[in-house]
């Protein structure tokens, strides 16, 4: 009995108070945050009394450790993984494979602390510190970033620390429990006394020496053992433990948090190709560039150039539908229809962080397509100089400058910056202008001001590259600059409150980016040197899980749509000069660097002429979706061994590892082939030239269609689109004017259709003096002729609405065409017929070279020979029909055997639909595909 009580008393005054204090905090933590329901609260209450009273009573002795240890290592490991995983992930989706294989390295872990410490106690109780830290971060990092924890991030410690006071460190009560929990076990682990020494002082004659070395030397062999296997070996992956989600996160939650730093570890490894050498990689870089034609010529003018990636800068709006009280960007919306700008999106790496994954790809042209989501290659893989955009515009003349109004140690910016060949780095502690602050960082402002002030003092001998990382839009997001309110999602109007405060001050701060940058781009308007600004954002910000929940509903998206809508943000290039810049479309962001050389005409190198024929095929590679010109998402494991995939591999090792003397694979060259056709004058018929044509001038810049407006039509004639469909009325007045119908107000309040079925036509200055939908620009049918003797290489196919008879009308549009000077267009002017007689009225007004046949006011004629009889002959060029039509089996029957005459579909938006369409036909109506994203589907 004596025996009994001294071991449930207090070993120690000290440590009954020590005992107390813990027991005081576990309590203190446990009602400040809570842990859940009544029975953990009861069960928690029980933890924090038992951590104390473990602390408070002495040690067990060796056979009570023996039995205790082995029951803990029986029952506390399963339990511990529970409790490391619960704060974040439910267990709903880990894989059992991934489960057991924790376990497993959780034993390794008491192995590994054993060899250390050669107790076993200690070796319980050190690995369940280590889990329990691990735990800790791993909630934080996930609520920050929606990331999992990976062996890149033990490098990246430094950025971390750099802006860790902006943080909201409350933590869950879930974690609040599993805290309780390792609390518990990290006590009763430390109490177990079983060590060579206690060993010896039980069995007399114990040969202590010999038998620990061995028993280290076998556990030395089990741990090396055990993490060769999981990370040299496939064994991982042999077992359903692998990278096959298109989620980060996903990865965590099926593979487990312990797991999931091994599993991005193997595919984070790019191996050497079993081709590579410097013979293989420069007879590729040769090949793509004697292949290479580009639709632009060369220039010898070397504009100063500002490449800027805007911390968590993105366009909400690509989620789906709300409004706020409020523009969220004006200035860049209104970069949509610039003659001097063109704007699109970028796939992006990350999500949240990891900005310099999104800098990475960028300026080298690499693509953590071929890495793993979570590696930082700036921290990892960038030891030594590594070819760059910042080379290559120094080889013709530039000189170059990286700014950041942050610390430089930043992810090893200093020396990465270094290695990338920047003649000099200005950090925040360089700056020379005011700071201005949001929260801790500087704003937008500011630091366009230090651009400014740096390029004013620039080497004015050669022409200036300066790239800059701005801050001010970093998390969190609490501190208001304006009074952004959400005012409907998805058409759902209500008072939300505070519900969407982290949006709305988010949002705030895209405006104040918007300001800023409209202020930087209007300096450079006044500025005599041509001078291109490039801007795009680095990732989108971390949204609450009710924002994307309510943008989301009703949308029918896969969860995998869903993920890669947040990894899309706007890009812009803004020029003060004519730079005759052509929009290539949306792409992910290892192109950028490609694209911008590419528009503005300068030298490239074979990697970089690669590089945009590698884009034709694959327009998005990115570590989150692998996309063809289709723009639809394809396999990355069955495209895992296409030729261009593996090439752009070798690319990429070469640059990152290779030692192969391969520099003139990176080294600017002419530009060698050059297709430069105006398309106006070309002898290929319309026909022949054209797949897409771009239904009611197709969608603005920011997604609406059917506007007939010059906004349309300037977006998509940069996007690359020549052939445009437009609708014609006459107004009330006898002027025509482009427009679908005077029953839709289109925000002009012009014509309003009355109880009776009524129609007000307007005249044309009432048309005109309204935008349509308060900000596109509405077009006469002059207005359009104008633009198509600006634009040479443009046609047009008419959908003309009539007010007289067809005779009339027609007579109407070729005399407002030579009237105005612009005969010539008319060449390139195709008459939509809505019936077969049509030909002869139109014909009546005058001769047109060029006709199409529709059928969607006809329908598919019973008798379809007359039909079939027009169309091979000369008068007609092609048939268009509803894309429901191609089903009918007498329809495919009769186009099936077409020898004269072309068949297009309309309208058909979704790139899966038409790629199936496309099989039967030669060409599509449509307001948001693009000219090479059809042609690829032939």
């Not at 945050?33 to 953990?40: C, D, E, L, R």
């Not at 005409?601 to 002429?609: E, H, N, Y």
Request: charged fraction near 25%; charge should be negative; glycine fraction near 6%.
């Amino acid at each position: 009995m004596k025996k009994l009580l001294d071991y449930i008393r207090p070993e120690s005054k000290k440590k009954l108070i020590a005992g107390i204090i813990v027991s005081a905090i576990l309590l203190a933590l446990m009602f400040a945050f809570g842990v859940g329901g009544k029975k953990h609260m009861v069960l928690g209450a029980a933890l924090c009394l038992g951590t104390g009273y473990i602390v408070a009573f002495r040690r067990l002795n060796f056979y009570q450790s023996l039995v205790c240890g082995i029951l803990y290592l029986i029952v506390v490991p399963l339990r511990m993984f529970y409790r490391l995983e619960l704060p974040i992930n439910n267990l709903a989706y880990t894989k059992r494979s991934a489960i057991i294989i924790s376990l497993v390295l959780i034993y390794v872990l008491y192995l590994f602390f054993y060899i250390v410490t050669q107790r076993i106690g200690t070796s319980l109780g050190v690995t369940g510190i280590f889990l329990l830290v691990l735990t800790i971060a791993e909630y934080y990092v996930f609520t920050f970033r929606e990331m999992a924890i990976s062996f890149a991030d033990l490098f990246a410690i430094r950025t971390a620390i750099s802006v860790s006071g902006e943080y909201n460190y409350t933590p869950s009560s879930e974690l609040i429990y599993s805290v309780l929990w390792f609390a518990f076990f990290i006590a009763l682990g430390f109490k177990i006394n079983i060590s060579p020494k206690s060993i010896k002082e039980r069995f007399a004659g114990y040969r202590a020496v010999p038998v620990h070395i061995a028993a280290s030397a076998a556990a030395a062999v089990i741990v090396f053992g055990f993490f060769y296997l999981i990370v040299k070996t496939p064994f991982l992956a042999n077992h359903g433990v692998n990278d096959d989600s298109w989620a980060e996160c996903q990865l965590n939650f099926t593979n487990g948090c312990l797991m999931y730093p091994f599993v991005e570890l193997r595919a984070g490894r790019i191996d050497k190709p079993s081709d590579y050498s410097a013979e293989r990689l420069l007879q590729i870089g040769g090949d793509y560039s004697n292949s290479f034609i580009s639709p632009r010529e060369e220039k010898t003018e070397r504009p100063n150039i500002i490449l800027i990636m805007n911390e968590a800068f993105s366009d909400p709006r690509v989620l789906g539908n709300f409004e706020t009280g409020q523009e969220l960007m004006p200035f860049m919306d209104s970069l949509y229809t610039s003659e001097r700008s063109i704007r699109g999106n970028l796939y992006m790496p990350v999500l949240g962080g990891l900005t310099v994954n999104s800098e990475f790809e960028v300026l080298t042209g690499n693509s953590m397509f071929f890495l793993s989501a979570s590696s930082i290659p700036y921290e990892t893989s960038i030891n030594s100089p590594m070819p760059s955009l910042a080379k290559e515009l120094e080889a013709i003349g530039y000189s170059s400058m990286a700014m950041h109004p942050h610390v430089r140690i930043a992810y090893g910016r200093d020396t990465t910056y270094e290695n990338f060949g920047f003649d000099e780095f200005i950090d925040v502690n360089d700056f020379t202008v005011n700071i201005e602050t949001v929260g801790a960082y500087p704003d937008d402002a500011t630091n366009y001001r230090e651009i400014i002030k740096r390029f004013e003092s620039r080497d004015k001998d050669k022409p200036f590259f300066l790239f800059d990382v701005t801050i001010q839009n970093h998390s969190p997001y609490w501190k208001k600059v304006r009074d952004t309110k959400i005012l409907s999602i998805n058409g759902t109007s209500e008072d939300y409150g505070e519900k969407y405060s982290l949006e709305e001050t988010y949002f705030d701060l895209l405006r104040k980016s918007d300001d800023a940058f409209k202020e930087l781009v209007e300096y450079f308007e006044t500025v005599d040197e041509p001078t291109i600004i490039c801007m795009f954002g680095d990732h989108e910000a971390i949204l609450s899980d009710d924002f994307y929940d309510a943008v989301f509903e009703g949308t029918g998206y896969s969860e995998q749509k869903k993920n890669e809508l947040k990894y899309i943000t706007p890009y812009v290039m803004v020029a003060n000069y004519d730079a005759d810049l052509e929009s290539m479309g949306d792409f992910s962001a290892n192109y950028l660097g490609a694209v911008l050389l590419n528009e503005l005409g300068l030298p490239m190198s074979q990697f970089r002429k690669f590089q945009l024929q590698a884009m034709d095929t694959y327009p998005i590679m990115s570590v989150h979706k692998l996309a063809d010109a289709r723009g639809v998402s394809v396999d990355r494991a069955d495209n895992s061994d296409n030729e261009l995939i593996n090439a752009y591999r070798m690319f990429q090792y070469d640059m990152m590892f290779g030692k192969e003397p391969t520099d003139a694979v990176y080294a600017p060259e002419a530009y060698g082939s050059v297709a430069v056709a105006d398309a106006g004058s070309s002898s290929e018929e319309w026909y022949d030239k054209f797949t897409a044509v771009t239904h009611a001038l197709g969608t603005t810049g920011d997604g609406q269609l059917g506007t007939n407006s010059r906004e349309a039509f300037i977006y998509n004639y940069k996007r690359g689109q020549r052939l445009f469909e437009a609708d014609i009325q006459i107004t009330s007045d006898g002027v025509a004017v482009i427009r679908h119908d005077w029953e839709q107000d289109l925000g002009q309040r012009l014509s309003l259709a009355g109880a009776d079925g009524t129609v007000r036509v307007p005249t044309a200055e009432e048309f005109l003096s309204k935008k349509i939908y308060g900000k596109y620009t509405p077009l006469t049918l002059e207005e359009w002729f104008e633009l198509m003797d600006e634009y040479p290489d443009v046609w047009l196919i008419t959908d003309s609405k009539y007010s007289g008879t067809v005779t009339e009308d027609f007579k109407l549009f070729r005399e407002t065409a030579v009237n105005s000077g612009h005969a010539d267009v008319l060449n390139r002017v195709i008459v939509q017929l809505y019936y077969p007689e049509m030909y002869d009225e139109v014909e009546t007004s005058g001769h047109f070279e060029h006709y199409i046949l529709t059928l969607y006011m006809t329908g598919y004629p019973e008798d379809s020979s007359e039909m079939l009889k027009l169309l091979e002959s000369d008068k007609v060029d092609a048939l268009t029909m509803p894309e429901d039509y191609v089903v009918n089996e007498r329809v495919l029957s009769d186009i099936a055997g077409r020898q004269n005459y072309k068949v297009f579909l309309h309208t058909v938006d979704d790139p899966e639909k038409a790629a199936e369409l496309m099989q039967y036909v030669d060409g599509l109506y449509t307001d948001t595909l693009l000219e090479k994203q059809v042609r690829s589907m032939k």
